[in-house]
């Protein structure tokens, strides 16, 4: 069974930074399909950043050169950094595995917290 524990959500300014944390346990993949996707109060849910498949990375447009998602194989730990932070960022930030098929498969952490005040 995947575990998805995320931890490292916070408050924070505009401009600011934060990076995410995900604990995994019961996935036997490479860390790949995996990311990290976010839902803001009365917004659907959007991917933010993701493994592909093959390992490559994959960033919404929005994020795009203020987010840096990795991961730490032997840690079991995938991360995000988020620099630059912006008031629209704030969501709840959800950690997911098995992101590469449909999306009634994939698991989900428990999400934390990012508010971006400005």
């Known amino acids: 069974q995947v575990q998805l524990v995320e931890s490292g959500g916070g408050s924070v300014q505009a401009g600011g930074s934060l990076t995410l944390s995900c604990a995994v346990s019961g996935y036997f993949s490479p860390m790949d399909c995996m990311g990290w996707f976010r839902q803001a109060p009365g917004k659907e849910r959007e991917v933010v950043a993701r493994f592909d498949s093959v390992g490559i990375k994959r960033y919404a447009d929005s994020v795009k050169g203020r987010f840096t998602i990795s991961n730490d194989a032997a840690k079991r730990t995938l991360y995000l950094q988020m620099n630059s932070l912006k008031p629209e960022d704030t969501a709840m930030y959800y950690c997911?595995?098995?992101?590469?098929?449909?999306?009634?498969?994939?698991?989900w952490g428990q999400g934390t917290q990012v508010t971006v005040s400005s």
């Open positions: 997911a595995a098995r992101t590469c098929g449909e999306s009634r498969n994939i698991d």
